[in-house]
């Protein structure tokens, strides 16, 4: 009997915490609701598996989340830009005609107004055609050198040039990424990446990671991000994790850990780091995560990693790898996270107060 009411009075708490747990996984609760929640989660397994359920519905709600297009709004904003241009040189020229020739010339005394066409046409015609040939030496002279400047300029590879040629010749600033293929290598050998880019005219970059010209186009789509899709990145960490141990991609990848607007994106650079040297660097990054990152996703794949490398002997156990470890205990609203941060200080040494 006192097994059945106590059974009906944890329904009866799990029902008035139900609408609360996804208010709790996207942390918009004050910290009174989250300390009363985390005492729940202590005693109930149903409501941790519901919010296990929250936190992985908002990953993938933040993986799935479309980001504007870098070449529309560029677009768009030249668009209006123009239109401002064109609307102020019309006003413009509005007001100088309405200066000059005001209505009132014409309406009252149209027998003066034809006259004064006639005079204006006959003026043009007579000193225009003058104008216009003292003029077409100078834009002709100009129009040369600008012809000549032109020439000088190196012009972009064709697709069938080398990815080297066509790689030093091409201003990224200005290119548009146009899709990645990437083809599968027998004998365990990197795989044939292809890169579309769209400049003056379209443009591909061929080899394997191991080349220093894909390497470039790769590390370039993750240091400016805001110009290319989640797609594109996604490519890029993947493709780069094999070369996790060149200074200049761990050194993107952890950018990118630190940077990137799209969760997914950052989960899958924190997987491409294992493994990368050196540890510490690595081990930064984790910690960054664990304590900045808003996605639990994010923070439970961070935990794990330094979970994994401090069972490798990988983890150099400091006074600050031990404090944010503690705070997360004590801090983090996620079960699973305060669980493990609690089990990685005791992996770390002897039990501590914590």
Known sequence: MQQEQHGNKSAETCEEFGPRWTLFAAGELDATEIAEMNEHLLHCANCNATLAQENALLALLSSNRTEPDAALLAG???????????????????????????GSWI??????????LLLIGFSVGILGPRFVKHSIAPNSASQAGTSTTASTLPEIANPDDSASSSLSKLDLHTANFAGINVFPSSNNEPPQVELQLNTRQPITVQGTVNDDEVKSVLLYFLHNSQRFDADA????????RARNNDADVRAALCQTVHTDQNAAVRLKALEALAGAEPQDIIQQTLLDALVDDHNPGVRVEAINALREMAAKGQVDSDDHLLAVLRDRVQKDPSTYIRLQSAAAIRDLGPRQKF
């Open 233 to 240: 990145r996604m490519n890029a960490v993947e493709l780069l």
């Open 76 to 102: 768009c904003r030249a668009s209006l830009e123009d239109a401002l241009d064109q609307e102020e040189e019309h006003g413009w020229l509005r007001r100088a005609i309405s200066t000059w020739m005001p």
């Open 107 to 116: 309406s009252p005394a149209p027998a003066w107004s034809a006259a004064l």
